[in-house]
């Protein structure tokens, strides 16, 4: 089945710091979307991508659809202790069907 | 607004044991999803109901796994009888009707945590 590489697997940075991770496919998606998971909690949608080569930003945070399909990466400028988490990407052939996960990237920030 | 809903929020029981797990999507959502994380695994794809049909139960990992969604309201993901390797996080998550942007997408509960021992 479609599988979904995510990187790093973890990340320990200063505060302040800013931070990438990403994610690739060896198939192509119509629709990449970035969650962030807290402890005891679901994951959260953090931003949506429905077109290759597409840039979004949420606050501090901006996406972006590789033009290949296959990829999409997530940058966080400024960390601060509350982007401590698990950030997910998943991947989407059609809307309204299935996400499929990447293994997730567990981000600690010190202060 | 209330967010999608999960009962239990952790479930301990034996191997053999049979162990049913609720969800109660957004109002108005009639696409639900259940999706399973195994420790340090991606999350990974249960099956999807629209409304109270399945529309897709590929993900379902073998017979003793059963979902309804009578009503087209809330759901139940029965396990019986349960296996260690059924340890896991337990989401449900739900969508609008077909459409693009954020409003559409899959928003998620917090989940079951389910231990099998």
């Known amino acids: 089945g479609q599988q979904l590489n995510q990187s790093p697997q973890s990340m320990f940075i200063q505060e302040g710091e800013d931070v990438s991770m990403n994610c690739t496919s060896s198939?192509?998606?119509?629709?990449w979307l970035w969650y962030k998971q807290d402890p005891g909690e679901g994951p959260v949608l953090l931003i949506a991508l429905y077109k290759a080569g597409e840039l979004t930003s949420n606050g501090r945070l901006t996406a972006q659809f590789g033009i290949t399909r296959k990829d999409s990466f997530l940058n966080i400028s400024a960390s601060i202790p509350s982007d401590v988490g698990i950030y997910f990407c998943a991947g989407r052939d059609q809307a309204g069907t299935a996400l499929i996960f990447g293994k997730g990237t567990t981000l600690s920030v010190s202060s | 607004e209330a967010g999608v809903t999960q009962f239990p929020s952790h479930s301990v029981i034996e191997k053999g044991q049979t162990v049913t797990l609720r969800c109660d999507p957004i109002?108005?959502?009639?696409?639900l999803y259940w999706y399973r994380r195994v420790m340090g695994k991606e999350i990974k794809f249960l099956l999807h109901?629209?409304?109270?049909?399945?529309?897709?139960e590929s993900g379902m990992p073998n017979n003793r796994f059963l979902a309804e969604r009578t009503g087209g309201t809330y759901s139940t993901l029965k396990v019986q009888p349960a296996e260690l390797e059924d340890s896991g996080v337990y989401f449900c998550?739900?969508?609008?009707?077909?459409?693009?942007?954020?409003?559409?997408?899959?928003?998620f509960g917090p989940g079951t945590r389910l231990t099998v021992t």
């Open positions: 198939s192509i998606f119509n629709t």
């Open positions: 109901f629209v409304k109270e049909s399945k529309q897709d």
């Open positions: 998550a739900s969508s609008q009707t077909l459409g693009q942007g954020d409003a559409y997408e899959q928003y």
């Open positions: 109002s108005g959502h009639d696409n």
